[in-house]
């Protein structure tokens, strides 16, 4: 990467707001103007940049915790970067930063807004998810809004999701005597169990505060709330004396349009002597945030905490990379749906999982070169009548649905999709691309 000032550079603007699923059309690269710096600022060049689930929501023009993006605007995110301009005595040049200016080449930005990482500790691209919000928000619910000490037993409602999979590793980490996860399919009970929770269980087996009894049969001193609804319901069942609660979010509402139907025991509180905290990460990032930079590195370097990555290369696979990590998600939505339907073992399932995105990333180069020789207009007529061919084909067999396991698991709202989702893809502007849990 060159650290020569330049003037010039890109960034992916928001062509247009996707109706349904985004297109490449919704998206376009322009060339952008670099101005002068003002007293106080910093001019860094990306090198990794993040792409996740929620950017979706962005793109669309309505009111919510997060501004939209905006139309022939730049889109922002999450972004690693080098500092090769500075006018701010705090971040000099060559420092590395993590930012919010994130879909460009280079950024311009006050330098309060970027702070300086080590990336001899750890990669670049952790800072933007174990070493970032992701883990930023489990520590400092755990530490902060719980106040979690050693010998706490723990629960964590949507335990497989990106913020509930490192509150159980870091719960563990922290000297709880116990670390029990909910989770909405038998594979993420499975992968809770890989990460070192001492007992997880899937939701849709029954009443929540029947299976969080069985699940810690000495009652829990932490609840870290994700879901709300049935399952604080069943924490405040099982909380101690003296038991907190860290109210992160509460998917089972939502989406809903009626009032909830639980918690319906919140007199068990005052008996209980309980404590119910709602927190969200503005309130405790700043304080806590060199604690946990680096008691994270520390644990990073020694193998305790786990995470996956993917790499995608260059700024003009961005928005081909959010493309088809959301693509996958939809397979990963319908997932417990097809393994219910063909009877499929959690192992299983990863492999159909892994074939599908194989088949998905060979066939994006092979269409893409069949639609540039052929037309794409020719190219996706003729697709969309295979795979009419194909579906009719394959119809008769619906007739014998009714032999195939049955599960009464609901259909997962957007909300609650969205929460049980890491933050995935985060491609590099220079050449690189990073995927982040």
């Known amino acids: 990467m060159s650290t020569t000032r330049p003037t010039n550079s890109r960034a992916v603007h928001l062509a247009s707001r996707p109706?349904?699923?985004?297109?490449?059309?919704?998206?376009?690269?322009?060339e952008i103007s670099l101005p002068e710096l003002?007293?106080?600022?910093?001019?860094?060049?990306?090198?990794?940049?993040?792409?996740?689930?929620?950017?979706?929501?962005?793109?669309?023009?309505?009111?919510?915790?997060?501004?939209?993006?905006?139309?022939?605007?730049p889109l922002d995110g999450g972004a690693v970067g080098t500092v090769i301009e500075s006018r701010s005595e705090e971040i000099p040049v060559g420092s590395h930063v993590v930012h919010q200016l994130g879909w460009r080449e280079h950024a311009v930005l006050d330098a309060d807004g970027a702070h300086i990482i080590d990336t001899d500790i750890a990669p670049a691209s952790a800072y933007l998810s174990v070493l970032g919000m992701t883990g930023l928000t489990a520590y400092a619910g755990l530490t902060r809004a719980a106040e979690m000490k050693a010998g706490d037993a723990v629960f964590v409602s949507g335990a497989a999701g990106a913020v509930g999979s490192m509150v159980g590793q870091l719960a563990r980490l922290l000297g709880a005597s116990r670390v029990i996860g909910s989770a909405g399919t038998d594979a993420k009970v499975t992968r809770l169990r890989d990460l070192g929770f001492d007992a997880a269980f899937n939701?849709?087996?029954?009443?929540?505060?029947?299976?969080?009894?069985?699940?810690?049969?000495?009652?829990?001193?932490?609840?870290?709330?994700?879901?709300?609804?049935?399952h604080l319901e069943a924490a405040?069942?099982?909380?101690n004396n003296d038991g907190r609660v860290a109210m992160c979010g509460a998917i089972s509402q939502y989406n809903s349009v009626e009032p909830p139907c639980a918690p319906r025991n919140l007199a068990l509180t005052i008996g209980k002597r309980l404590t119910l905290r709602g927190f969200v990460i503005a309130k405790y990032a700043e304080e806590v945030r060199p604690e946990f930079q680096q008691r994270m590195a520390k644990w990073l370097s020694a193998d305790e905490i786990h995470w996956d990555e993917t790499f995608r290369d260059g700024l003009d696979a961005a928005p081909q990379a959010f493309m088809d990590l959301l693509d996958v998600t939809i397979v990963t939505v319908a997932a417990p749906h097809i393994a219910a339907d063909l009877n499929a073992s959690p192992a299983q399932l990863q492999w159909m999982l892994a074939a599908y995105t194989l088949a998905l990333g060979s066939g994006l180069i092979t269409g893409g070169r069949i639609g540039d020789d052929y037309?794409?207009?020719?190219?996706?007529?003729?697709?969309?009548?295979?795979?009419?061919?194909?579906?009719?084909?394959?119809?008769?067999?619906s007739s014998r649905r009714s032999e195939w396991p049955t599960t009464t698991q609901e259909q997962p709202s957007l909300a609650s999709i969205a929460a049980e989702m890491s933050p995935v893809c985060a491609p590099l502007s220079c050449g690189e691309t990073s995927w982040a849990p």
């Open 19 to 30: 109706d349904g699923a985004p297109t490449e059309d919704n998206f376009r690269i322009e």
């Open 38 to 73: 003002s007293d106080g600022q910093i001019l860094v060049a990306n090198d990794v940049m993040s792409v996740d689930p929620y950017m979706r929501g962005r793109m669309n023009d309505v009111k919510s915790y997060v501004p939209p993006f905006q139309i022939d605007q």
């Open 203 to 230: 939701y849709h087996d029954g009443p929540v505060t029947e299976l969080l009894g069985q699940a810690a049969p000495d009652g829990i001193d932490i609840y870290y709330d994700n879901v709300g609804g049935d």
């Open 236 to 239: 405040i069942d099982h909380l």
């Open 375 to 397: 037309g794409r207009r020719r190219v996706f007529l003729a697709a969309l009548a295979a795979f009419a061919a194909t579906s009719s084909s394959v119809s008769p067999c």
